[in-house]
């Protein structure tokens, strides 16, 4: 999407410099700042670290850290290593193992010699499935809009609220819960988007607000807390998520506060679709609260706040007593139960294991 009028993916691979860039996300939006990735230790810390984030662009990033590390050594062992270091970044978001899985399986019966440049190949071909799966999926939310817009009054605003960021910066390019609102706005259909702040890291505030202001799109960022008074004041139509993971049973899950949501949602008969290119389902787990690995990530990042000091420095702030400790899940699971629908690229489907069979027919779910 674009950045004062210029293009941008997430990451790219410059033919120039010979190196994947990416924008450095935890600067936003106060500061834009892109950097190159040029050693699997670079690629390691992007993740880990967030430099990147949101589960598709995870999968995108580590795809290109397997390729540059078999630049530098193509052996069985560098590559079996590669997995290993790139997976236990983040533990939650299932497109890093997909990712993985897929460029070791097209590697391992390539002969070394063969390696470096089928990976780059593969890594360039998963940004681009990427990209076209968040466009369909807005062609298909789309349709969902539509549908909300015909029952109300012409021109009227339709009101969505989404949690974390799951936009153009989560994916490569498009986003996945954002994709329907750019393409409602292509149609000309009124939307306003009410974003969740998304403690205790703030994607939503930094990153989704910033994504919005930047395509003109209408919105209010709120605090996580507000969700509920809006939905039973009738001010939100629909909420859609992005994921990190979903069953194949439907389950899903997304950024901690995202269960809350869908609790006030279903009281407040709000429907609430969750966006996801299909490298986001787990075809191998069933039960999302058992299954799904929950990744607890540093303390500091709820004792402390980062944000722009009045001379434009980006600084943090502690905003806990010193002797006060923070527990930080990083996500959490919505029942299907209280998911009205999986928009895919392939079209929207109940969130079941007859939903995602019927859209997947050549994946088998028991
Ligand atoms: O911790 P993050 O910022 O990587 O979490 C991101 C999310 O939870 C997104 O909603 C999810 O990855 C979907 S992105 C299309």
Redesign the pocket.
Known sequence: MKVDGTHYRSIWYNEKTSTVQIIDQRWLPHEFRVVDLTTREDFVAAIRD?WV????L?GATAAYGVAVEMARDPSDASLAETWNVLHET?PT?INLRWALDDMKARLSPLPASERAAAAMARAHEICEEDVEANRMIGVHGLEIIRAIAARKKPGEEINILT????GWL??VDW???TSPMYHAVEAGIPVHIWVDETRP?N?GALLTSWEMASHDIPHHLIVDNAGGHLMQHGQVDMVI????RTTAHGDVC??IGTYLKALAAADNGVPFFV??PSP?IDWTVKDGVAEVPIEERDSSEVTHVQGKLADGSVSEVQISPDATPGGNP??DVTPRRLVTGLITERGVCDASPEGLAGLFPERVID
């Not at 949690?163 to 799951?166: F, L, Q, V």
């Open positions: 967030m984030r949101g589960a598709p995870i983040r978001a949690h974390c960021n799951a989560a994916t986003g996945t819960a890291r994607q998520v992005g994921t990190d997304n950024k966006a996801l986001t990083a996500f």
